[in-house]
Nanobody
Framework: QVRLVESGGGSVQAGGSLRLSCTASGDSSGRNRYCMGWFRQTSVKERELVATLYTAGGTEYYADSVKGRFTISRDNAKNTVYLQMSSLKPEDTAMYYC????????????????????????WGQGTQVTVSS
């Protein structure tokens, strides 16, 4: 089990940018191979998978609603995954959560990680993003 801590949320106006961070700790195995992703949820919408990547390399996955505006990236030296959000819209307002699933492969696609993360058991506490019009 890995501990995930998100940060970087806040309030911005439409068109603005934010960068979320998710730092992982507690992996005593030293494996450091995870599908990691960002989800978001509001009180009126179901949880939505936003973006994924594999920490050992591969492609990324993006929800259609954020393609071209959000970028997921990683810094393995810092055990941190980022979500750079640009051109923010009011409909991006949500609580954003980081999730992780351990894997052993050398590489993985974003779609593979998207499927794996839907059954994730390791979650952060969330960080709120509010976009005003």
């Amino acid at each position: 089990q890995v501990r995930l801590v998100e940060s970087g949320g806040g309030s911005v106006q439409a068109g603005g940018s934010l960068r979320l961070s998710c730092t992982a700790s507690g992996d005593s195995s030293g494996r450091n191979r995870y599908c990691m992703g960002w989800f978001r949820q509001t009180s009126v919408k179901e949880r939505e998978l936003v973006a994924t990547l594999y920490t050992a390399g591969g492609t990324e996955y993006y929800a259609d609603s954020v393609k071209g505006r959000f970028t997921i990236s990683r810094d393995n030296a810092k055990n941190t995954v980022y979500l750079q959000m640009s051109s923010l819209k009011p409909e991006d307002t949500a609580m954003y959560y980081c999730a992780a699933v351990a894997r052993t492969g050398a590489r993985a696609s974003g779609d593979y990680c998207a499927n794996a993360l839907r059954a994730a058991s390791d979650w952060g506490q969330g960080t709120q993003v509010t976009v005003s019009s």
